[in-house]
């Protein structure tokens, strides 16, 4: 044979394959063979492992060896985009530096001057040798679209997009944006691949390898459909057959680009974690108002407005109002001065002299088991705690307290720049400092950050979308981390936080059904409608449980 047409072995750096762990030299390696087209006829992927699996470690090597390596002893590309939110642009960095330790240079784009971007993505774009100063471009989503036209215009070896569910929408200009770059192998990167809908996990799919489901329309009419009807409560026996069927046909499809493995594995190199959700009781006050709120003229009408289109602008503001008001009354005390809709009479419920000045945890049955846990977490141990709320309203009401009771804190929210960020988080993960909380939005710090220098985490409300829930409860439970981890889920008994919990379980269990493959054998709650949010159920441990 032709000496010079002998095909070698590709063999990942032992720099990197040393400390890679089995699931991650699984990972790396189906990865390799989907880009390659190895696997079927196509060129991407979705790692879709869940938070803390190493899923940069596992493409920082698939990056390193394309980049040198080929079987024609040539390297298989030349350049390579990583995107991601931009608050885990300096993160992919360091992660390139960390593992290569500096044997490879990325470009950064963050900030910078219009014409200074211009400049550098240029020389990026239009360098064609096959060897590139700076071969990895770290951007994010909002500037990769803003200079999408530099990027698409010369071939790239290979994108990779990581928390890639923000591609869910294939209608947004970003996704669009992507689709036009010149690159046949992609890689999608996220740890909650469905998060709503089977038409968001299609956009995902359909990213990485066109035309595998078909269009838009076609997946629908194939899938879909078939699969929704199986889920819902009333369905009939031939219904959910053929939802199983079809379930079946789109895994057994899909399973060919899709790696996914849960924090399952993660039990024999971490300590144990345990998560509990915690009902607590509303105070006389905050059921008094929560009721007052329910009973009023506004949400009345509207309940009665809403036969099936609801005006869901109205509906969201009340829901709202219901949310923050099992929280804590301060944060609907604005309202209540000014009389708003649905707080037209509520003044008088609240204690003649109250004042938000500062706070009274006693006023809300969550804040005042808050007061009581941490106290005593303070008082027993040397833990640190993440406080997560998705308002920021709520973050200033945890600082009242931190205050009141003297504990040191650090806040992260939407406000602060990405640099601070970095500085916060590495100072509240050094054990020698004494800083005792963490409060955390959970908009601003669910992805991608590592706070393993805690080891307790309280949610304090939950979202609507349990992919958001998962990611913040991810932060603490993850590579590094040394102690065993306390997640303490709190919820308002018989509030509208518990039918969102409910709502959850059913989103959770169809993302389970596609992605992990899970049968549920239990039914889901009936798609509740709005009726069924705004009814308060006085008097019970928990409606959940119940149900």
Known sequence: MDPSKMLVHVVVDPILSNILRPHQREGVKFMYECVEGKRGPFNGCIMADEMGLGKTLQCVTLTWTLLRQSPDCKPTISKAIIVCPSSLVKNWENEFHKWLHGRLHCLPMEGGSKEDNIRALEQFAYNTSQRCGTPVLVISYETFRIYADILCRNEIGMVICDEGHRLKNSDNLTYQALMRLKTKRRVLLSGTPIQNDLTEYFSLVNFVNPEMLGTAAEFKRNFENAILRGQNADSS????????????????????????????????????????????????????????????????????????????????????????????????????????????????IFPANHSTKEINPEL??????????????????????????????????????????????????????????????????????????????????????????ANRLFMFDPDWNPANDEQAMARIWRDGQKKPCFIYRLVATGSIEEKILQRQTHKKSLSSTIIDNNESEEKHFTRDDLKDLFRYEPGILSDTHNK
């Not at 144990?272 to 905050?286: D, G, N, R, S, Y």
């Not at 929280?327 to 604005?334: E, G, M």
């Not at 106290?375 to 705690?385: E, F, G, H, L, P």
């Open 364 to 453: 809300s049955g969550k804040f005042m088991l808050l007061d009581f846990m941490l106290a005593t977490i303070r008082t027993n141990s040397d833990d640190k705690v993440v406080l997560i709320s998705n308002y920021t309203q709520t973050l200033d009401l945890f600082e009242q307290l931190a205050r009141k009771r003297k504990y040191p804190f650090v806040r992260l929210d939407g406000t602060m720049s990405i640099k601070k960020r970095n500085k916060v988080v590495e100072r509240f993960n050094d054990p020698s400092v004494d800083c005792f909380l963490f409060m955390l939005s959970s908009k601003a710090g669910g992805c991608g950050l590592n706070l393993i220098g």
């Open 237 to 348: 026996d031939k219904e959910r057959q053929r939802a199983v069927e079809k379930t079946q046909e789109l895994i057994g499809l899909v399973n060919q680009c899709i790696i996914r493995r849960t924090n399952q594995i993660l039990t024999k190199y971490l300590p144990v974690k345990f998560e509990m959700v915690i009902c607590a009781k509303m105070t006389p006050l905050q059921e008094a108002l929560y009721v007052n709120f329910l009973k009023s003229d506004k949400v009345r009408k509207n309940l009665q407005d809403c036969n099936e289109k609801v005006t869901s602008l109205t509906a969201l503001a009340d829901i709202t109002n219901l949310k923050k008001l099992c929280s804590h009354p301060d944060l609907i005390y604005d309202k209540v001065l000014a009389r708003e809709n649905g707080f037209e009479n509520a003044q008088t």
